[in-house]
């Protein structure tokens, strides 16, 4: 079993930066792919980043790329996304997943674990 928790959501203005944390239980943590993921009011869950077990290989959706950047500490069992230049379109409950085969990918359906989320509100 792996328990994730989500922190460092909060409200910022348009143009700001927010760093999510995820920190996870289980001493196999370097085993696993990590991703975020997030989902807005009336929308459906949209993939944002992933990142392999080892870190080597990151993806990002079109929509963060060159704003958002995905890492992990395994020493810290955790995974971040440091989210810049922020806009309104940003504004969702952010999740973390774990992905037991450790490629990390985009698809929501490679996702055995996820965390209860983290709200980020962005203001025009």
């Known amino acids: 079993q792996v328990q994730l928790v989500e922190s460092g959501g909060g409200l910022v203005q348009a143009g700001g930066s927010l760093r999510l944390s995820c920190a996870a239980s289980?001493?196999?943590?370097?085993?696993?792919?990590m991703g975020w993921f997030r989902q807005a009011p009336g929308k459906e869950g949209e993939f944002v980043a992933a990142?392999?077990?080892?870190?080597?290989?990151?993806y990002y959706a079109d929509s963060v790329k060159g704003r958002f950047t995905i890492s992990r500490g395994n020493a810290k069992n955790t995974v971040y996304l440091q989210m810049n230049s922020l806009k309104p379109e940003d504004t969702a409950v952010y999740y973390c997943?774990?992905?037991?085969?450790?490629?990390?990918?985009?698809?929501?359906?490679?996702?055995?674990?996820w965390g209860q989320g983290t709200q980020v509100t962005v203001s025009a």
């Open positions: 289980g001493r196999t943590f370097s085993l696993y792919g």
């Open positions: 990142i392999s077990w080892s870190g080597g290989s990151t």
């Open positions: 997943a774990a992905d037991l085969y450790g490629r990390g990918s985009t698809s929501i359906h490679q996702y055995s674990y």
